[in-house]
């Protein structure tokens, strides 16, 4: 995490992303579940910011949720932030990449038991995949209960 990376501005980053990809990374939107492009696919590397190049998550962190956005288990050691989001009626915790500051999605406390309980629900449009960072493979998981699957909730 480099300290001396500058943040483009809105007008460069108007330019560089999609209408889409700027609506969910700046104004806190949330992309249509089912539709993003590591819902399902899992190549091995790092999911880094879109906006930053920040390493995010480990394609080994990833699991299948059943809640219509990509799920980890776990983010790189901080990377992300969290922050309380009490908007939309709901009590939330948003995560937003530590570095540039861009909304990502949110994390919840149901998932998977065999790990760390946790579900990083993030926003396909703000991830990009750098094939060139395998991960290290990570330990089988110490607990013996069963994985949930989460109800569909709003990155």
């Given at each position: 995490?480099?300290?001396?990376?500058?943040?483009?501005?809105?007008?460069?980053?108007?330019?560089?992303?999609?209408?889409?990809?700027?609506?969910?990374?700046?104004?806190?939107?949330t992309?249509?579940p089912?539709?993003?492009?590591?819902?399902?696919?899992?190549?091995?590397g790092?999911?880094?910011?879109?906006?930053?190049?920040?390493?995010?998550?480990?394609?080994?962190?990833?699991?299948e949720?059943?809640?219509?956005?990509?799920?980890?288990?776990q983010?790189?050691?901080?990377?992300?932030?969290?922050?309380?989001?009490?908007?939309?009626?709901?009590?939330?915790?948003?995560?937003?990449?530590?570095?540039?500051?861009?909304?990502?999605?949110?994390?919840?406390?149901?998932?998977?038991?065999?790990?760390t309980?946790?579900?990083?629900?993030?926003n396909?449009?703000?991830?990009?995949?750098?094939?060139s960072?395998?991960?290290?493979?990570?330990?089988?998981?110490?607990a013996?209960?069963?994985?949930?699957?989460?109800?569909?909730?709003?990155?």
């Amino acid at each position: 995490m480099t300290q001396d990376f500058k943040i483009p501005s809105e007008e460069e980053l108007k330019a560089r992303l999609s209408a889409e990809e700027y609506e969910v990374l700046r104004n806190k939107g949330t992309e249509i579940p089912y539709t993003g492009d590591f819902l399902t696919k899992t190549p091995d590397g790092t999911f880094i910011c879109k906006v930053c190049g920040q390493p995010l998550f480990e394609s080994t962190a990833k699991y299948e949720s059943l809640t219509g956005w990509p799920s980890f288990d776990q983010a790189i050691p901080g990377a992300v932030t969290e922050k309380a989001d009490d908007s939309h009626g709901m009590q939330r915790t948003e995560i937003v990449c530590s570095r540039c500051g861009s909304h990502l999605g949110h994390v919840f406390e149901d998932g998977p038991r065999t790990s760390t309980g946790k579900r990083y629900c993030v926003n396909s449009v703000c991830l990009n995949l750098d094939e060139s960072k395998k991960p290290a493979p990570r330990a089988p998981a110490q607990a013996d209960t069963e994985e949930t699957a989460a109800e569909p909730t709003t990155p």
